[in-house]
């Protein structure tokens, strides 16, 4: 059974770049079949699809964020990570990592909260 655990930093300052990691287990990131995908719910707003990455490696990320958003992965600790660059106050939120398998969200991890700030 895939299990999913976000970490990183809760708080990040203005422009800098965040990173957070998704680290999987239960399963690989190049051979169990979905998208390990990167949400975020922004504090009043619902959830947003940042961008996943396939078990092949093909990438797919939001347009209104493409600029700014990478999602590689670290095969060796099956990891899969998000970079958003420049954040802003408006990044403050929820990030959560999940699994999509055939369209649907099957597996979250618990999320971590981020906050931007000076």
């Known amino acids: 059974q895939v299990q999913l655990q976000e970490s990183g930093p809760g708080l990040v300052k203005p422009s800098q770049t965040l990173s957070l990691t998704c680290t999987v287990s239960g399963g690989s990131v190049t051979t169990t079949y979905g998208y390990w995908t990167w949400i975020r719910q922004r504090p009043g707003k619902g959830m947003e699809w940042m961008g996943n990455?396939?078990?092949?490696?093909?990438?797919y990320i939001n347009p209104s964020l493409k600029s700014r958003t990478s999602i590689p992965t670290d095969t060796s600790k099956n990891h899969v990570i998000l970079q958003l660059s420049s954040v802003t106050p408006e990044d403050t939120a929820v990030y959560y990592c999940?699994?999509?398998?055939?369209?649907?969200?099957?597996?979250w991890g618990q999320g971590i909260q981020v906050t931007v700030s000076s």
């Open positions: 990455i396939g078990y092949t490696g093909v990438t």
């Open positions: 999940a699994r999509e398998s055939r369209t649907v969200l099957d597996t």
